[in-house]
């Protein structure tokens, strides 16, 4: 009897573990592409104020950690091929940031590549302005 509700109790810690390993992996990510996306507007804004609206279309399919301070832990720079967990890389043949999370963290839409996620800047629609895109199945 103490042994299975010593067992039921551990396997309750360990499931609380795994959201709370999921929900920080998550916040990371969000994180991250949050201050891709503040980048963006704060590179847009100054080729604005400098009279270079043009030049915002060049920041389309560049690759987004450029417009960091720094690169997200575990970045690996430019990469083909595979990936490792944890681990962020920009794919230069097709323009995509790419991160391979430890755990599924459910974000949406769904990725195209089951255990990768993906990301790419494009232009906004209808606005002098770029964006970064969860990227969707095919």
């Not at 396997?11 to 996306?37: C, D, S, Y």
Request: hydrophobic share 40%.
């Amino acid at each position: 009897m103490v042994v299975a509700v010593i067992g039921i109790i551990s396997w309750l810690g360990l499931e609380r573990l795994t959201h709370l390993q999921v929900l920080g992996e998550k916040t990371a990510v969000e994180t991250t592409i949050l201050n891709i996306q503040t980048g963006l507007r704060y590179a847009s804004a100054g080729h604005i104020i400098r009279g270079e609206e043009m030049r915002i279309v060049e920041m389309v399919g560049s690759n987004p950690v450029q417009w960091l301070e720094k690169p997200p832990q575990d970045y690996v720079g430019k990469c083909a091929g595979e990936l490792g967990t944890g681990r962020w890389c920009f794919e230069v043949s097709s323009r995509e940031l790419r991160y391979r999370p430890h755990l599924d963290l459910g974000l949406q839409p769904p990725r195209p590549e089951p255990g990768m996620l993906s990301w790419r800047i494009e232009r906004a629609a209808g606005a002098a302005s770029v964006r970064i895109v969860l990227l969707s199945s095919p």
